[in-house]
């Protein structure tokens, strides 16, 4: 038998995403920069191909693997201040 109290106890935040967006899918690209400050990303389209694996696999919505790397790009020089210096 299931103790009903356990389940109706167990909490979850309400600012977790999965519950905003039911499905969710995630692949991390690393950005960084080398020894001449220049801002590298390491295999930026290998990361956009499986995340579109991904998606798929989770019915989410396909999505051009080259305009999300643009965006990306985009993206990493407006908050270029985030990455940190070559230690």
Do not use: M
Request: glycine letters at 4%.
């Amino acid at each position: 038998s299931t103790d009903h109290q356990t389940i109706l106890k167990s909490s979850v935040s309400p600012f977790a995403s999965s519950l905003h967006y039911g499905i969710q899918c995630f692949e991390g690209l690393k950005a960084y920069k080398n020894e001449k400050g220049e801002i590298r990303l390491f295999r930026p389209e290998c990361n956009a191909l499986r995340l579109k694996r991904s998606s798929n696999r989770l019915s989410l919505p396909d999505f051009d693997g080259e305009e999300l790397v643009k965006l990306i790009e985009q993206f990493v020089l407006t908050e270029q201040r985030w990455i940190p210096p070559i230690s």
